[in-house]
């Protein structure tokens, strides 16, 4: 069947199984390779993605469930790393080996749309995404940092 999606703004057409899950059409069927495969079981949130500004583990949902949604993937986020949250996860030196990083961006894009300036507990409700190198840490100072928040400065 041909799915009418709205992607990044652009109309796209998927003819695919209904109950293909959003990450492959994304992947495979439309090219956008940002959006990456971990889990397969909505758990570590390497596929996250947004849908109508909402976090979404894109591994389990099917692409018939998108309906009318609009779709925003890490490509969406910026095409030159501009973005507040891409500029300061580069001064913060998060990404290791940096699989985990474009549904870590994404998770972090919606809490800040949500929280402009996050406290500690919003961070840490917003960002369950798991990151197999342990960077937590530089997470948080690069969402307080993108933010405008000093290190250490309570919202």
Same mark, same amino acid.
């Given at each position: 069947m041909a799915y009418?999606?709205?992607?990044?703004? &652009? &109309?796209?057409? &998927?003819d695919v199984e209904g109950d293909t899950p959003l990450l492959w059409v994304l992947r495979d069927t439309l090219g956008l390779t940002g959006t990456k495969y971990g889990c397969g079981a909505g758990v570590c949130g390497a596929c996250t993605v947004h849908i109508d500004g909402q976090v979404v583990r894109s591994c389990v949902m099917p692409v018939s469930a998108v309906g009318k949604g609009k779709v925003r993937t890490i490509e969406a986020l910026s095409p030159d790393r501009s973005h507040a949250l891409q500029q300061a996860w580069i001064a913060e030196q998060v990404p290791q080996c940096g699989y985990c990083q474009s549904g870590m961006l994404m998770a972090a894009a919606a809490l800040l749309k949500s929280h402009p300036r996050p406290t500690d507990a919003q961070i840490a409700e917003a960002m369950t995404n798991l990151c197999r190198c342990g960077t937590y840490p530089r997470v948080r100072r690069a969402i307080r940092r993108a933010a405008g928040m000093k290190v250490g400065e309570v919202a």
């Open positions: 009418k999606l709205d992607i990044n703004g &652009a &109309a796209r057409t &998927a």
